[in-house]
């Protein structure tokens, strides 16, 4: 690793710190991350794994989340704002996602809350203007003005579990800010 943060991975590609780990990471850094991502049921199923992953690496929940989508069938705000006490439980009992209940029942909240919303909207309305890439790992923020206004702003409207770090999160993986380091091989997408 440099020091600004880039590894050079084995096909001599660029890349942030954290994608030129596992093969699951350089794939997702590499394909996924700081992409836009648009559509309600996709930027759900995004603040939900968020949500998930508070306290745990993200490569948990990366390796999980064919069985998340499995069990929150495919992250369709109208089919989880459906789900009952009964689907919790089954939730609870999946051992291909993580149970932990105050997560779970989150998750079905924020869907029963997002079937009103034009979620994308909401969500986007928050990604602040483009900026240049940070030149080192020390250069990217946690939590932004812009996510703790979206974390009080889906506060407000009764979305639990979700603070400024995992709404600026939420911003880094859907593209609406570019944290890829400056020497990052991947392109810029906005």
């Not at 440099?2 to 710190?17: K, L, Q, W």
């Not at 483009?130 to 703790?148: F, K, L, W």
Request: aromatic fraction near 10%; hydrophobic fraction near 40%.
């Amino acid at each position: 690793m440099t020091g600004t943060g880039i590894v050079i991975g084995a096909d001599g590609r660029s890349r942030c710190f954290w994608g030129g780990g596992s093969p699951d990471y350089t794939e997702y850094h590499d394909s996924e991350w700081g992409q836009p991502v648009r559509g309600d049921d996709a930027l759900f199923e995004r603040l939900t794994l968020e949500a998930f992953q508070s306290g745990l690496s993200w490569i948990t929940i990366l390796r999980k989340r064919p069985a998340f989508r499995a069990a929150f069938a495919g992250f369709s705000i109208a089919k989880v704002a459906e789900f009952t006490e009964t689907d919790a439980e089954r939730l609870m009992a999946d051992p291909g996602i993580v149970r932990n209940r105050m997560k779970v029942d989150a998750a079905l909240h924020n869907a029963r809350v997002a079937v009103e919303l034009d979620l994308t909207d909401l969500l986007w309305s928050f990604a602040p203007p483009a900026r240049p890439r940070p030149r080192t790992r020390a250069d990217v923020p946690a939590v932004t003005p812009e996510s703790t206004a979206m974390a009080k702003a889906l506060k407000k409207r009764g979305f639990k579990f979700v603070g400024p770090t995992t709404a600026y999160a939420l911003m880094q993986a859907t593209g609406m800010v570019d944290d890829h380091l400056t020497d990052c091989w991947v392109p810029v997408m906005r």
